[in-house]
């Protein structure tokens, strides 16, 4: 899975979808950007520079949160999609009149330079990505050394009652599969992250009727998988459904609601120093080797990289 795209995932509806997500924050984002900000907590160090990637989609309360954690840091924001970019700026900018515009908490905008940021915040971005790996690495390369990434995506079980649904009606996939938390932390390792942390849970969502519940995931994503329905559906098939959803949801323990349930994954990985690999002809970028003398500085040598 490390060098694959994801095999459930056409690119070119993903990009289509990327274009054209809702310009607002889902409730779930922002119950997950709430509950990753929390984890903050455990980190010794604040961060003197940090980046909110895609915080439209990701969350704007979980951008104010993360920003009252760390007022003195300073803040990139980066939209994926550049119809986003706008609608960030409008949300995010503070007033031209305001002496915060010209602070440290007031964010810029743009893709962080490389090695420019301490901490990245991506939240509810990664699993809808085409090409997953090429992402990380570009989370990877914002980073500074010892510089930290913070992400939470979709899991495996999301979602697992309405795929259930679809294949008890013989309808092509409900939605594409999402990546174990397992392989995200070997990508993390393969994009040259170390000590990825990751752990999980499970959150369940009820709805009091069909159309509410297909509603949220209209907000929240839509379906990537190559295999999916390959036209426009009707509105017998919209009854249909709504009508399968009415009977095969409801949850006893919920008062009758119905129930859909999301594995939220959570990540957390450092950016550790480059280590130079010695053979009869290295190369190493300028960027890594100003790491290194930094980090054997720190060590006690006298200048020169360190023997990996």
Request: proline residues 9%; charged residues 20%.
């Amino acid at each position: 899975m490390s060098s694959e795209r994801p095999p459930t995932i056409d690119p070119t509806a993903a990009a289509r979808w990327h274009a054209a997500a809702p310009a607002t924050s889902p409730w779930l984002h922002e119950e997950v950007a709430r509950r990753m900000e929390d984890r903050l907590q455990w980190i010794r160090k604040p961060p003197e520079s940090w980046c909110h990637w895609d915080a439209l989609r990701g969350g704007l309360q979980g951008h104010a949160l993360v920003s009252a954690r760390y007022p003195k840091a300073r803040c990139q924001v980066y939209e994926s999609a550049p119809r986003l970019d706008g609608a960030a700026q409008h949300s995010l900018a503070k007033p031209w009149w305001s002496p915060a515009r010209w602070g440290a908490g007031s964010p810029q905008f743009g893709m962080p330079p490389d090695a420019s940021v301490q901490m990245l915040w991506a939240n509810m971005a990664l699993h809808t990505a085409a090409d997953p790996q090429a992402l990380i690495g570009q989370w990877h390369r914002a980073l500074a050394v010892d510089g930290y990434l913070m992400f939470s995506c979709l899991g495996p079980d999301t979602l697992r009652e309405l795929h259930a649904v679809y294949a008890a009606l013989g309808w092509p996939p409900a939605g594409h599969a999402f990546t174990d938390m397992h392989d995200w932390g070997d990508m993390l390792v393969h994009a040259g992250f170390a000590e990825p942390v990751m752990d999980m849970e499970r959150i369940r969502l009820t709805f009091a009727t069909p159309e509410r519940l297909v509603q949220e995931l209209r907000e929240l994503g839509c379906n990537l998988h190559p295999e999916r329905f390959g036209a426009l559906r009707g509105r017998r098939w919209r009854d249909r459904l709504y009508e399968a959803l009415a009977e095969r949801l409801p949850d006893p323990a919920e008062g009758g609601q119905l129930a859909l349930t999301f594995e939220i994954i959570y990540g957390h990985a450092f950016k550790p120093a480059p280590r130079l690999r010695v053979s009869e002809s290295s190369a190493v970028s300028l960027q890594d080797m100003r790491a290194m003398l930094r980090q054997g500085s720190k060590d006690g040598h006298n200048g020169g990289p360190r023997n990996p």
